[in-house]
């Protein structure tokens, strides 16, 4: 017998499909950028190796990475240093420590749903209850402020939220992200930030929740914004008091961040901007591609996104997502069904456009013929 929290974690419902997918299937269930890192910063790693750099580091890791992460998130708050950055594991490491460290026994974190599928389990691994609050298409998959003050107790200790988000694209406006802020400051909470996707913001600029609340954690990483997902290196940026907490637990953990890597992605950094302009005008074009062709799908309605490189459809059909992915897996198409996001998932379909513009085309039109079937 294992306990609990072990034995009532899921295996993720994605992975399961794609291990079952033919091997000419189109893979539109990436979550994942296509492309390689930049060159530079794959020759900065070998260099890295080369100079000796294969020993144990500091386990809030190196003072030169925390810093040239600060002096990036100078943009959001002026009074960012390296203190105030734990490098880690990627972000999946970062927001598992970061529950870790901020919820005791019992407490309550409020999540998405739907939403990426880790939050839950790590606050349920970290002793805690998640609670779901509801993003939904009629609100443009945006948290909705009265219920998020409605969900809160006396246990509630954070707001989990992420945008621009993961299944839905979204990403919310100033209006919404300053009134949860003002509702965490009000009610004295943590907001948990996962913030992966700040680089895939095709309309306007991306706005950190740490503009607007003091006690705001951010969970990052180089996974999407370096294409780099295979390095786990991420970071959490926060009050210098908590990163003391976090270097704690990540020693227990995981002991440091892996070494030469974070010489390797001080490297990536520098030529960070020039990288990001690239994918992101290539990713803008693939996402106007995937919405003029989903457009075309009678039984779909598909809200328009403005980040990250997901689209989530609803579908007209009787048929739960995961029997519509299959469907589409049959005819070749790998797609994430929305439950696996949550309950408020169901009746729609994740398809990622991390894949190139032809791909997208030809896969798309096999979804057409087989909803239209359906
Ligand atoms: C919203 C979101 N957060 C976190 C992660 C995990 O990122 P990392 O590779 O940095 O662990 C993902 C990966 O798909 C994601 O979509």
Redesign the pocket.
């Known amino acids: 017998m294992f306990p609990k929290r072990v034995a009532s974690l899921q295996p993720s419902g994605i992975r399961e499909l794609f291990e079952t997918a033919p091997a000419d299937a189109i893979n539109l269930g990436l979550?994942?950028p296509d492309i390689q890192p930049p060159r530079e910063m794959i020759e900065a790693f070998k260099d890295a190796l080369d100079r000796g750099m294969n020993k144990y580091g500091p386990s809030a890791g190196i003072m030169k990475l925390r810093g040239a992460i600060a002096e990036n998130l100078k943009s959001y708050r002026k009074d960012v240093a390296a203190e105030n950055i734990i490098i880690t594991?990627?972000?999946?490491?970062?927001?598992r420590i970061a529950c870790e460290t901020i919820m005791g026994e019992g407490d309550e974190a409020l999540v998405p749903n739907p939403?990426?599928i880790?939050y839950g389990p790590d606050v349920a691994l970290a002793g805690g209850r998640p609670v779901e609050y509801s993003l939904t298409m009629d609100n443009d998959f945006a948290p909705d402020p009265d219920e998020i003050q409605s969900l809160i107790t006396p246990k509630t200790q954070a707001i989990v939220v992420?945008s621009p988000?993961?299944p839905t694209g979204a990403v919310y406006s100033k209006d919404v992200i300053k009134a949860i802020c003002d509702i965490a400051t009000d009610r004295d909470l943590y907001i948990l930030s996962?913030e992966?996707?700040h680089n895939f913001v095709y309309e306007g600029e991306h706005t950190s929740f740490a503009r607007y609340h003091d006690d705001t954690i951010i969970?990052?990483?180089?996974?999407?914004s370096l294409a780099a997902?295979g390095w786990?290196?991420?970071y959490v940026a926060t009050s210098k008091e908590i990163v003391e907490h976090l270097a704690k637990v990540q020693y227990y953990t995981l002991a440091c961040p892996p070494t030469a890597t974070q010489y390797a992605i001080l490297e990536g950094m520098k030529i960070r901007k020039k990288f990001r302009a690239e994918m992101l005008s290539e990713f803008r074009k693939r996402r106007d591609l995937a919405l003029s062709m989903l457009s075309k799908i009678s039984s779909f309605t598909t809200p328009p996104v403005k980040g990250?490189f997901y689209v989530f459809p609803r579908y007209a059909q009787e048929l739960r997502s995961e029997d519509f992915a299959v469907a589409l897996l049959k005819a070749g198409v790998i797609c994430a069904p929305g439950a696996t996001f949550g309950t408020l998932g169901e009746g729609h379909l994740r398809f990622s456009y991390a894949n190139s513009q032809e791909n997208i085309a030809r896969a798309l039109d096999i979804v057409r013929e087989v909803a239209d079937r359906l």
């Open positions: 979550g994942e594991a990627g972000a999946t490491e970062g927001m939403g990426f880790i992420n988000s993961n996962d992966v996707y969970v990052n990483s180089f996974s999407k997902t786990r290196i991420g990250a």
